[in-house]
């Protein structure tokens, strides 16, 4: 009690360990409840090589969490089989199952609107999802989405893309290897829904310019101006 209201009264998000293993594919993470009410929610995960605690997404939820969102970054099924490397193609509608259910799970924490987010792949997996399944949250965070494989510009991942009924940010570094923002911009243009684009000057596809300077004040705000469609 004591931590929690000191957490309180200095603005911080607190945050606990979030498991649902009630049916299907488990949901595991690491969910932040801000200071104060919140109407919105935000399921977050990580990219291929990675996991829920990758810097990124830390940083990531901390920052909107303090801006009033409830945020579970959770673990791919593929990581949670398998510590270490990268998921198989064989996986990726299990992934995007594990997704949905975090949905649903972080809807019996939030009374509001839920959005969905991801890294790389993770981003690409939610993005499919989305395009699967319109209804299940209101918008959608893409962070360093993974046009391409580097040096591979041909094989197009945005199959998807017309079927994104979706308000979407992207966010995306000028120098990621997996797509360049002019790549990027032309690939926005096969979505129907409403979509915006951060750029994250001189950053790769970590986002980070050299440093642990990622633009998350920025990235929050841009987020927040995202409307939901209707």
């Known amino acids: 009690m004591g931590q929690c209201s000191d957490m309180a009264r200095l603005g911080l998000s607190s945050i606990e360990p979030f498991e649902d293993a009630s049916t299907g594919p488990a949901v595991r993470g690491i969910l932040h409840r801000p200071s104060g009410p ?74 509001g609107q839920i959005s969905l987010g991801g890294h790389s792949y993770g981003g690409r997996q939610a993005s499919v999802l989305m395009a699967e399944e319109p209804a299940l949250a209101e918008t959608l965070l893409l962070l360093s989405y993974p046009l391409h494989p580097p040096r591979r510009r041909r094989e197009q991942r945005t199959e998807h893309f017309p079927a994104l009924r979706t308000p979407t940010l992207f966010v ?59």
């Open 38 to 111: 919140s109407a919105r929610g935000l399921v977050l995960t990580h990219g291929a090589g990675s996991d829920c605690e990758a810097p990124l997404l830390r940083a990531l939820a901390g920052a909107f969490a303090h801006a009033g969102f409830v945020v579970l970054r959770c673990d791919l099924p593929f990581r949670q089989a398998r510590p270490v490397g990268p998921p198989w193609p064989a996986t990726a509608a299990r992934d995007r199952e594990g997704l949905r259910r975090a949905v649903r799970a972080l809807r019996s924490v939030v009374n």
């Open 172 to 230: 995306h570094g000028s120098r990621d290897p997996f797509g360049s923002l002019d790549e990027l911009k032309t690939a926005m243009r096969l979505i129907s829904a409403s979509t915006m684009l951060l750029t994250v000057e001189r950053a790769g596809h970590d986002l980070a310019r050299g440093g642990p300077d990622t633009p998350l004040a920025s990235i929050v705000e841009a987020f927040r101006r995202i409307r939901p469609s209707g």
